[in-house]
């Protein structure tokens, strides 16, 4: 999956939320980080929830917001959400 400047500047400013330590430094350390760990790019809450069902991430009780709070998932801004496995 190619990832666009603001997915990777949305993953750069924040990937803390999920790991204890900065994983890139750079554009493209995002970007090789990012492929290598099969992140995706959707485009709504509706197919946040979509992929943790299909990923068989535990969902009972969870309502929209706490999904979307979830530390895998990167509000990129534009209404598009990152999704980063750790």
């Avoid at 991430?57 to 980063?84: K, W």
């Amino acid at each position: 999956m190619q990832f666009d400047e603001i997915v990777l500047q949305c993953f750069l400013a924040n990937q803390c939320q999920l790991f204890p330590e900065a994983v890139a430094e750079s554009v493209e350390e995002a970007a090789d980080f990012l492929e290598e760990c099969m992140a995706v790019v959707v485009n709504s809450p509706k197919e946040v929830w979509e992929y943790f069902d299909e990923a068989g991430i535990d969902t009972d009780g969870a309502d929209e917001e706490a999904i979307l709070e979830a530390d895998e998932v990167f509000v990129v801004g534009d209404g598009r959400y990152l999704i980063v496995e750790g």
